[in-house]
């Protein structure tokens, strides 16, 4: 039965991994340091850690006290594009540093797959469809720090064998995400939003596109990668097919809350005006079993969840590390 290690195990995409894998017959040893996760979304049967992968020492002593590992499923992560470019530092020590920490155990102890959630991010702007072939030109440090880490893990390879899988997904939403989060995940504001009966906010004119993608087409594939032997050593796009602008998931939203759409335009902030990528490469290593979850009904269940769950206090981010041209609606009130 093989023995696997999920970080970020709390939090959203990283908790729905270590279900699969569970339901796939693996050990599952799941980690987080919930700072952005809840202890709540560990799922039953996993062998529960906590600690900061910042850590090196808390990193090597995953694999004394739990090793060995099959397979390392990195999941973990702070993903604020946006915000980054405010927060480098933590960025780059909790994005890039960790997961070299984790890169570095894997190669000592003979990991046989090491599976990286990177993202869209890497691609940068003016780059559509998203493709695999493309060369990545990422314009924030959280894009910035995901290629890094697609690099370091090519470079493993080629010294000292370690295969790997890496993933791009992108604006990935559905139950167990964290809606109190206000800088990241905009299905995740728009409901909290919602659920304290006020507009949702929208950055500029809501005319960015972005394609949404439901964790239930996302979470299981990564799972199950490491079994498919011609995924090994490859990067993949995944996630939803059709874009849409934000001023349209606004009424998308409204509608599965069963609510009148009332948004309030913010200033524009700089970010990627269109971002969407193609799947020919996932469809073909890993053919799909079913159709996609249309954003319609992954909404409303969503949405269902989220009402159960109750609108939820947003938190503030109070280690700034840039002040200059931050969003005054991410200035600490």
Not at 234 to 247: E, H, K, M, S
Request: aromatic share 10%; with cysteine.
């Amino acid at each position: 039965m093989p023995n696997v290690l999920v970080t970020g195990a709390a939090g959203f995409i990283g908790s729905h991994v270590a279900q699969h894998c569970l339901d796939l017959g693996m050990e599952v040893v799941a980690t987080d340091d919930l700072s952005g996760g809840f202890l709540e979304n560990v799922p039953a049967g996993a062998t529960w850690i906590q600690g900061d992968l910042q850590d090196a020492q808390f990193v090597g002593s995953l694999w004394t006290k739990f090793g060995p590992f099959d397979t390392v499923y990195h999941i973990a992560a702070y993903a604020a594009e946006g915000l980054s470019h405010f927060i480098r530092r933590y960025n780059y020590q909790n994005n890039l540093l960790a997961s070299i920490h984790l890169i570095n155990e894997s190669v000592k102890n003979g990991v046989k797959c090491f599976v990286f959630t990177s993202s869209i991010a890497v691609y940068g702007t003016n780059q559509l469809p998203m493709t695999e072939g493309l060369t990545p030109q990422p314009e924030d440090p959280y894009g910035i720090a995901k290629y890094a880490v697609e690099l370091d893990l090519k470079a493993a390879h080629e010294m000292f064998g370690l295969n790997y899988i890496v993933f791009r997904p992108h604006n990935v939403y559905g139950e167990r995400q964290n809606i109190s989060d206000k800088y990241r995940n905009v299905i995740g504001i728009f409901m909290n939003q919602v659920l304290h009966r006020r507009p949702m906010s929208i950055f500029g004119d809501g005319r960015q596109t972005r394609a949404f993608s439901y964790i239930d087409d996302v979470a299981p594939v990564i799972a199950r990668s490491p079994l498919v032997p011609d995924a090994l050593c490859r990067t993949f796009n995944i996630g939803a097919d059709t874009p849409y602008t934000v001023l349209a998931l606004a009424e998308e939203v409204a509608r599965a809350c069963k609510v009148k759409c009332r948004v309030v335009h913010l200033e524009a902030r700089n970010e990627v005006e269109h971002a969407f990528a193609d799947h020919s490469l996932l469809r073909q290593i890993f053919p799909p079993e079913r159709d996609p979850v249309s954003l319609e009904q992954g909404l409303r269940r969503m949405a269902a969840w989220a009402r159960a769950r109750g609108p939820q206090q947003q938190v503030q981010y109070d280690q700034i590390e840039i002040e200059q041209n931050l969003p005054p609606s991410w200035r600490s009130r």
